[in-house]
Nanobody
């Protein structure tokens, strides 16, 4: 089993910044892929950013140039630096990790990010 814990969300004004963290823990881990997804009210869940164990990243079109993903493989932790935030970035953000030892994806509970003046 893998536990996924997200932190760093909250309320921020437009143009501001937030940093999300996602930490995976468990007894048998080989975390390869890690990613952030988000879901706004009335909308489908969408990709925000993904990062592989070698640091290769991919981003959703709406966040390219504003968000940056990074990770600490030793700590099985992924970070999402979000800059120039817009009201349309308001959503629940979910972290997903892939444990290759189990060939299984795990999801966190989600964390609220609200961009509003």
């Amino acid at each position: 089993q893998v536990q996924v814990v997200e932190s760093g969300g909250g309320l921020v004004q437009p143009g501001g910044s937030l940093r999300l963290s996602c930490a995976a823990s468990g007894s048998a881990l080989s975390i390869t892929g890690m990613g952030w997804y988000r879901q706004a009210p009335g909308k489908e869940r969408e990709l925000v950013a993904v990062i592989t164990s070698d640091g290769t990243t991919d981003y959703g079109d709406s966040v390219k140039g504003r968000f940056t993903a990074s990770r600490d493989n030793n700590e099985n932790t992924m970070y999402l630096q979000m800059n120039s935030l817009k009201p349309e970035d308001t959503a629940v953000y979910y972290c997903s990790v892939y444990n290759s030892l189990e060939a299984t994806y795990y999801w966190g509970q989600g964390i609220q990010v609200t961009v509003s003046s």
